[in-house]
């Protein structure tokens, strides 16, 4: 990842938040606007004490927008998430109550804990920012924003996400552990006082929604964009992996990388831009064969190997 050196004023300043709170974790925050400033959604997987929830809460709290709370439990109903109708006998008719998943920035905490149904309730939102209860399809405000924290499959009580559910969050992230040096900062920020106490808003949710729109203006060169398809192309092409990237995955990319653009005040978007992100866009994106799971590779590994065996277009190559 490059120095950090954001040309936007309010993004550095969410950035700075961050860093007062997460000591250590500057390259997570900056993955985590990527994906926000994309319009995407991020899935954040690691053991449970590592900050994913505090991480998701400071950002938040930096945004002046509408932030919700779901805490994913074995017994949370879909309409838990989306909302209900309640007959109201005064009016003799039914009335819409809507769910958390109505706000600007959303957690969903322990994605994972709850039941697939309950899961797939998310699908249609994160995908269209639209929810469909009772047959009406109510949109969903902008922006809308998912950050999701899951633990580790393999601890108890857990239950894998739907393949079409991880293809809808932009990026997948892990926190791990602190540094011996992060840690021991830690210790001594929030001896006292936590500092997400201390924290305020930074951004607008206009301003935060019109930096989305200049996102989607970043030049990407035709060259850059087939770099892209090559990576995904190999990942359907490769013997180790049974399902490949998808289209949405490709686009996924090409919008990250955009958005990775930005933050570093440029207007264009990079071949190594496209090179930093792949993993952290791709892993979760395919399924292995049953041979190269026995084998004990892992998706990320496999995503690796493709970004270091494609030729990565050099700067004289662009039209």
Do not use: W
Request: proline share 5%; hydrophobic share 40%.
């Amino acid at each position: 990842m490059q120095n950090i050196a954001v040309y936007n004023e309010k993004i550095e300043k969410i950035v700075t938040n961050i860093n007062k709170v997460m000591m250590g974790k500057e390259d997570v925050a900056i993955l985590s606007l990527v994906a926000l400033l994309a319009e995407g959604h991020v899935l954040l997987e690691d053991v449970p004490g590592v900050g994913k929830t505090m991480l998701v809460r400071t950002l938040a709290k930096s945004l002046d927008c509408d932030f919700k709370r779901i805490q994913f439990t074995p017994d949370l109903l879909p309409s838990d998430v989306t909302g209900v109708s309640i007959y109201n006998p005064k009016e003799m008719e039914f009335e819409f109550r809507e769910g958390p998943i109505f706000g600007n920035v959303i957690l969903a905490d322990e994605i994972n804990r709850t039941s697939p149904k309950t899961q797939s309730s998310l699908l249609e939102a994160m995908e269209e920012s639209n929810v469909t209860v009772d047959g009406k399809t109510k949109p969903l405000q902008k922006p809308f924003f998912v950050m999701a924290t899951q633990n580790p499959i393999e601890y108890e009580g857990t239950y894998p996400l739907p393949e079409a559910q991880l293809d809808r969050f932009i990026l997948k992230l892990k926190m791990g552990y602190p540094s011996y040096a992060d840690e021991l900062e830690m210790l001594d920020r929030t001896s006292e006082r936590h500092p997400f106490e201390t924290i305020d808003s930074v951004i607008t949710k206009d301003a935060l929604i019109a930096i989305q729109e200049d996102v989607k203006q970043v030049y990407i060169d035709r060259n850059v964009q087939q770099y892209i398809m090559n990576l995904v192309t190999r990942t359907r092409e490769n013997s180790a992996i049974y399902l490949g990237v998808s289209p949405r995955g490709s686009i996924a990319l090409m919008k990250a990388a955009k958005a990775y653009a930005y933050i570093y005040g440029r207007d264009y978007v990079l071949p190594d831009d496209v090179k930093f992100l792949a993993p952290f866009v791709l892993s979760h994106r395919i399924i292995l064969t049953s041979e190269a799971r026995y084998e004990g590779i892992s998706n990320e590994q496999t995503i690796a190997s493709i970004v270091k065996s494609t030729h990565v277009p050099i700067r004289k190559e662009f039209s």
